[in-house]
């Protein structure tokens, strides 16, 4: 097979799973500009009247907004803490002599394998006897236990991609280490940081177990707010896909925007040694 053929087959089956990974977003879409009687027909109708009737329930008879600004805050607050102290972890831990360093690492990354579910009910307790339960600070603070190996982890190979002469230099003109780091690692390294921040900010967004047991009314974030769509009287599809969408939407906007930091510095830093 020709090197030209090979490549219209692969092609080809790059863009069959693209559409088979964006059919179930494609639908949803569809779903949520539906009338109720329309997402019930079969066979199902392709050919109907849209309606935007679902989105505006919502907004305006729900409090979905008050959860979304829940969600933005909670996720970017704890995003943003996770990636500076991920960043002086992984200084530290790449640039000095540290003993038992690599066993810190695998201790670091068997963090992010424990399920959240078998961590709530100490964050639980916790979070009811130091008046944090159902906070956004308390959530953002919880939240860390997820990003922070994602963020120390990734950021310990963004940094030694830098050549330590340069953070060498700015001590010889009378930085400290915490002034190299800040002054002169930081800025070198901002493609990782804000593909760091990007990553730990998906992983907050869409955090449900421990979003559902640690909130309540006030602190409520999206993905939690989607089981009032359960009824009595049945799963209500329309406004739970209209929700579902305005949910996804400003994190796919985000990451379409950020695409080229993104690619670049995941793969600025895809070997730890």
């Known amino acids: 097979m020709s090197q030209s053929k090979r490549q219209f087959l692969l092609t080809l089956i790059l863009i069959g799973f693209t559409v088979l990974f964006l059919f179930p977003l494609f639908w949803a ?24 009737g679902n989105y505006l329930y919502v907004l305006h008879q729900t409090e979905y907004v008050k959860f979304m600004i829940n969600s933005a805050v909670i996720s ?13 972890a992984a200084f530290g831990l790449s640039r000095f002599r540290i003993r038992g360093s690599k066993n ?12 959240p ?5 100490p964050f639980y307790l916790m979070a009811i006897r130091s008046g944090l339960y159902d906070t956004r600070i308390g959530l953002a603070i919880v939240l860390l236990t997820i990003n922070l190996p994602i963020a120390v982890w990734m950021q310990m190979s ?19 280490p915490i002034g190299a780091f800040l002054r002169v690692i930081l800025p070198l390294e901002a493609s990782g940081l804000f593909a760091t921040f990007i990553m730990c900010l998906i992983f907050s967004w869409n955090e449900f177990p421990l979003t559902m047991i640690l909130t309540s009314e006030t602190s409520r974030t999206l993905p939690v707010s989607m ?7 049945g799963l209500q599809w329309g406004n739970m896909m ?5 949910a996804i939407a400003p994190i796919l906007i985000f990451t379409i925007f950020a695409q080229k930091y993104l690619v670049r510095g995941l793969t600025l830093g895809s070997v730890v040694d």
């Open 29 to 52: 879409f569809l779903t949520s500009i539906k009338l109720h009687k329309d997402i019930f027909t079969y066979p199902p109708r392709w050919i109907f009247t849209p309606t935007l």
């Open 104 to 115: 810190i690492l695998m201790w670091i990354l068997s963090l992010r394998m424990i399920p």
């Open 242 to 246: 209209a929700a579902s969408m305005m």
């Open 158 to 176: 963004y940094i030694k991609e830098i050549p330590k002469a340069i953070e060498e230099s700015a001590m010889i003109e009378g930085c400290s």
């Open 76 to 88: 970017f607050s704890s995003a943003a803490i996770s990636v500076f102290l991920g960043a002086l």
């Open 227 to 233: 089981l009032s769509w359960d009824t009595q009287r």
């Open 117 to 121: 579910i078998a961590i709530v009910v």
